[in-house]
């Protein structure tokens, strides 16, 4: 590891010491609110482990390679939180938390890209290519498409609804398919997530290095990922929060820590391209590859993940998709647009409290 810089190994060090304190307390008995704290800070390090890996790997290949590397390998916590939450029984946790991604990704994380971006335009407005925010609102509508008719089927008793999970393993099929057909053409796009390429001074770490905080990071999400669920209920209990919150709020930013920090720092320096395509990638990702893998994935299980929500969901998660199509459609935003998008998220975090 002698290629990493101070500061990069510092912050290893950082990650090494909660990933190893996480396990201590998770198979020591320690009490579950620490034990659930540490695990959360572990989970994030990693995700910063897994991101910083990724994106050195994706250099070698392009920019839009490296965009989708990252919010494909930045979700590996998330998928592994989900697994192992399905394998327990949290169900609830386990959904909430996928469509959380998509809220907190959708939401809080653009509105504070847009809000960041915005104040250091010269002009207050933050421009960027509309093709990959079109692209990703079309596959969030294209899920929310499939929840919505489940959701309709059940409202009016159809008697499809007696089916939700042989639909919801087609819709999972149907969307992977879709996705495939996009992210093929995108990747050999020029055009897709064409951060400022001239800014970059190439890889800065050897392949072997990279690879190998890729599988470090990788298999110490897998672990982490145990410990956060197993000391997830009984927190939630001793907190008097809800199931829904705990998925929607607490889960889905812990496990989006990459596209959180990326994100904003990008926006920051004013890199508006780069920093829409992190965000908007995960949604993608989210909406069109993790959820229905992890639909997939959870037949093997005895409780099964399906794309039946509570109405409530539902409405928000369409309310989202438009909501994103109209803000970002244009190629600009001001900060006033990213302001309403976390207000929309701040609503829907205070009502997941009171279920």
Known sequence: MAALGRSERIVLGVVALFTVLAGVANYGGWPSGLAFALATVALAGLAHVVGLATEQVGRRFG???????????????????????????????????????????????????????????????????????????????????????????????????????????????????????????????????????????????????????????????????????????????????????????IVAIAGNAVENFAGVLLASKGKSDLAISVVKNSVAQVAAFLYPLLVLISLLFAHQLTFALAPVYIGTLLLTSLAVWQITGDGEAVAFEGWALIAIYAILAALTLYE
């Open 63 to 249: 920019p839009a390679v490296t965009g989708v590397l990252q919010s494909t390998l930045g979700n590996l916590p998330e998928l592994f939180v989900v697994v192992f939450a399905l394998h327990d029984g949290e169900v609830v946790v386990a959904q909430t938390s996928i469509i959380g991604s998509l809220f907190a990704n959708a939401l809080l994380v653009l509105g504070v890209v847009i809000v960041v971006g915005a104040r250091v335009a010269p002009d207050g407005v933050m421009r960027f290519k509309t093709k990959l925010p079109m692209d990703t609102s079309t596959l969030l509508l294209l899920t929310s498409f499939i929840i919505v008719i489940i959701g309709l089927a059940h409202a009016s008793h159809d008697p499809a609804s007696r089916h939700v999970r042989e639909i919801s393993t087609i819709g999972a099929v149907a969307l992977l398919l879709v996705y495939v057909s996009w992210v093929v053409p995108y990747l050999r796009s020029d055009d897709a997530a064409e951060a400022e390429a001239e800014d970059e001074e190439g890889p800065a770490l050897p392949m072997s290095v990279a690879v190998t905080l890729l599988v470090i990071g990788g298999a110490g999400s897998a672990f982490v990922s145990d410990w956060f669920v197993t000391a997830l209920r009984p927190t939630i209990d001793a907190l008097h929060v809800s199931d829904a919150f705990a998925g929607i709020v």
